[in-house]
Nanobody
Framework: VQLVESGGGLVQPGGSLRLSCAAS????????MMWYRQAAGKERELVAS????????NYGDSVLGRFTISRDNQKNVVYLQMNSLKPGDTAVYYC??????WGQGTQVIVPS
């Protein structure tokens, strides 16, 4: 199993980024996929999840209405569109599949 995140970077408050997670080594469309984030000195928190077929999504309260999770089961990629970014969104963002695997993470920085 391999999960490779990309798309992080430095963005001004109010800006947008789209993160991608390319997955391989398992039957992608079978599994719910999740985005987590971990800010410095804080515990890792669930940001969003999407079921295998993409029909059901869930979001953490802090990102509801600003972030959108989606997936392309033809490409084996899950996305996280992040809009109206705030300094509190600064964190390392991780992709996860509930098989016990995590990606390496991608850093998002929103300066105050």
């Amino acid at each position: 199993v391999q999960l490779v995140e990309s798309g992080g970077g430095l963005v001004q408050p109010g800006g947008s980024l789209r993160l991608s997670c390319a997955a391989s080594g398992f039957t992608f469309w079978h599994y719910t996929m999740m985005w987590y984030r971990q800010a410095a000195g804080k515990e890792r928190e669930l940001v969003a999840s999407i079921t295998g077929g993409g029909g059901t999504t869930n979001y953490g309260d802090s990102v509801l209405g600003r972030f959108t999770i989606s997936r392309d089961n033809q490409k084996n990629v899950v996305y996280l569109q992040m809009n109206s970014l705030k300094p509190g969104d600064t964190a390392v963002y991780y992709c996860r599949v509930p098989l016990g695997y995590w990606g390496q993470g991608t850093q998002v920085i929103v300066p105050s």
